[in-house]
């Protein structure tokens, strides 16, 4: 049985890396838009005062998106494009 959650408005499985990678991509850009924005209102007798705040940790999204890709990669059996390769050259002296 699927473990469905709402991300953004979209419903997805949250057993399913490249579904999820696709609802979080997106929530990335509406929170980087700015669309994520909440409002309140502190009133009393003599002020007004509105405040407006964006939440959201884009460092965190980042690390999760990063980790989403690679096990949708995994699933789907293709490697990751993240992979680092070295390479030893010798030859060279020290003097």
């Not at 979209?10 to 057993?15: C, F, G, K, P, R």
């Not at 929530?27 to 669309?35: F, R, T």
């Amino acid at each position: 049985m699927p473990n469905l959650v709402k991300i953004a408005g979209v419903t997805v499985d949250a057993e399913d890396p490249c579904a999820l990678y696709q609802a979080l991509y997106a929530a990335k850009l509406k929170l980087i838009a700015g669309e994520r924005v909440e409002e309140t209102e502190v009133r009393s007798p003599v002020t007004h005062q509105r405040v407006r705040v964006s939440v959201g940790s884009v460092a965190a999204l980042d690390a999760e998106l990063m980790r989403l890709a690679a096990a949708c990669s995994a699933k789907s059996g293709k490697r990751s494009r993240y992979a680092k390769s070295m390479r030893f050259v010798g030859g060279g002296s020290c003097l």
